[in-house]
């Protein structure tokens, strides 16, 4: 065992010495050693049920002869961090996350894992930090949040808070009814009830095979969950006396699958930047171009919130995941025959779900023959942006508009509010990319806003910034080079006509080439001068976010 080196042979007696002072004794001390990575917070409503999780998870890794060891990690809610200068630490924190994983597993000889996960980056940067370490490991996430409900109302989090803002700024409900459904939008513990970001990873961690079945979907809140939890403890002891590993699992294959599967369901628009990451940290060649090349293959399959009324309840009532590769597995070639953590062939998986295709549509009958999430090029975007199509009326595939510039969120939102921003209109948002944000903070906000005041189908939001998996509307993310690199996305000017194309995949700005290059002679990006402390030292090192936004 890896923990071997911390507790065997005369000269570990002080190392002993420390891990009895912990509590061990001398029949425990011999077991493989599992560490809990726990992202449990009080601040963070989709991890404040972690402590029951954490019970269940280390009961089950010492009835299977473990010995458990709980840490803690880092989490940020996205959704409390939005719209200020606090988002600028969402994204980076996925790394942040990936070096306190690998931190205290590797300093301390760890045998395995068990991620106990839930929001946006947490998931992501444990799992690049699994991948790192290559230790057995099992990821949980905790879940998704119950839907809420308000006289006859069923809310969630977008729904019942962020669109509900937009809606009282247009005069549709009151003050007193946008404080009565911020009581009740979200009701448990969990992540926010659609797919956004947090749920859409979740899903794709249990496609890859990292989480066990039904994992994904299962509610934070349910007597479901804490099974997982208990038989998640129960399997990483398993998968450290067979010596499984995450690279055994998380394959070019298994990733492709994600794909495929993000795709079919029209998850987060972040979920490209965190399967690059996660790739990157696996050492396997995922580039955009395997997003690009599927999203011409797969067709969606199911939209849920915030593109549509169904939720992750729905979903999971439906068959979860087990039942999406139901759905898929014989309908495309795309879709491998890989393993996951239990043992099980995606075939072996398909053929023990079941699936509800009332709500899960059939692969030859599906919600669109278009995928959830496509790849844009163009002059605006030569190394790419990203598209959530899911959320986007057909009617707006094909847009062309007048820009509206702002240099930053806040900027944008004071527009929007007090009626800058009018049909017809391209808001564009610059230097919140990764380097210029620095951190590339999401836009939910502003879009919430337009679509809560009428203009979701009248006007598109473009940005080198991201946008929060909650987001819907026409919005174009992950402009690259963003505006701090010199992409053009920072040579607009007010007035400027914008071409978006969905169906033939393009976005340009409709300025001749003689103009851009005038443009580009007098032109010097703006910085925000950080010089000290965790941002300055992201900005220095994180890469564009055609390549996952990742580090070093």
């Not at 900027?411 to 800058?420: L, R, V, Y």
């Not at 607009?492 to 969905?502: A, T």
Request: glycine content about 12%; charged content about 25%.
């Amino acid at each position: 065992m890896k923990s071997n080196a911390i507790k065997e042979g005369i000269a570990k007696a002080p190392h002993r010495a420390l891990l009895y002072a912990g509590g061990l004794s001398d029949k425990n001390i011999k077991r493989p050693f599992i560490g809990i990575a726990s992202s449990f917070s009080d601040l963070v409503p989709g991890h404040m049920g972690m402590r029951d999780l954490e019970r269940q998870i280390e009961k089950g890794i010492h009835s299977n002869g473990g010995q458990a060891f709980i840490f803690g990690t880092p989490a940020v809610c996205d959704g409390i961090a939005m719209g200020h200068s606090g988002m600028r630490y969402s994204l980076p924190s996925r790394d942040l996350i990936a070096d306190c994983v690998e931190t205290v597993a590797g300093a301390h000889q760890l045998d395995g894992l068990v991620l106990l996960t839930n929001c946006d980056k947490i998931t992501p940067g444990m799992l690049i930090a699994a991948l790192r370490l290559n230790i057995p490991t099992v990821v949980v996430t905790a879940g998704p949040s119950l839907e809420g409900h308000c006289k006859g109302e069923t809310l969630t989090f977008i729904r019942g808070s962020s669109e509900a803002v937009g809606r009282f700024r247009a005069g549709e409900i009151s003050e007193e009814k946008l404080h009565e459904m911020e009581h009740y939008a979200c009701p448990t513990a969990g992540a926010c009830q659609g797919l956004y970001t947090a749920n859409t990873l979740a899903c794709l961690t249990e496609v890859m095979g990292m989480s066990i079945t039904g994992c994904a979907s299962a509610a934070a809140v349910s007597s479901k969950k804490r099974r997982i939890a208990f038989d998640s403890g129960y399997l990483v002891v398993d998968l450290v006396r067979n010596d499984i590993k995450p690279k055994d699992i998380v394959t070019k294959d298994s990733m492709r699958n994600a794909i495929v599967a993000d795709l079919a369901l029209g998850g987060s628009t972040n979920s490209i930047l965190h399967l690059l990451a996660i790739a990157n940290s696996a050492e396997i060649d995922l580039t955009l171009d395997d997003f690009e090349e599927l999203s011409f293959k797969i067709p969606q399959i199911i939209k849920l919130d915030p593109s549509a009324l169904p939720t992750m309840t729905d979903f999971d009532n439906a068959g979860g995941i087990p039942g999406t590769i139901k759905t898929l597995w014989g309908k495309t070639p795309e879709l491998k025959n890989t393993k996951n953590i239990e043992g099980k062939t995606m075939e072996e998986r398909a053929n023990e779900a079941w699936v509800d295709n009332s709500v899960i549509k059939p692969f030859d009958n599906p919600i669109t023959k278009n995928p959830g999430l496509a790849i844009l090029h163009g002059n605006l975007a030569e190394k790419g942006a990203v598209v959530k199509i899911s959320g986007v009326a057909e009617e707006c595939f094909e847009f062309e508009g007048v820009a509206k510039c702002y240099d930053r969120e806040e900027d944008a939102m004071k527009g929007i509010e007090e009626d800058d921003v009018k049909a017809g209109d391209v808001v564009v948002i610059r230097y919140e990319g990764p380097k210029g944000g620095p951190g590339m903070r999401e836009m939910l906000a502003p879009t919430s806003l337009l679509v809560g005041k009428g203009l979701g189908k009248k006007c598109a939001l473009i940005t080198d910034g991201r946008f929060s998996g909650g987001t819907r509307g026409l919005c174009i993310g992950h402009i690259c080079p963003e505006a701090v690199d010199g992409g053009i996305i920072g040579l607009i000017k007010d007035g400027d006509k914008i071409k978006i194309d969905i169906n033939k995949r393009t976005i340009n700005l409709l300025v001749s080439e003689d103009e851009i290059v005038n443009r580009r002679k007098n032109f010097t990006p703006k910085t925000k001068e950080i010089e000290r402390g965790f941002l300055s030292k992201y900005a220095k090192t994180v890469s564009g976010a055609d390549l996952g936004a990742i580090c070093g």
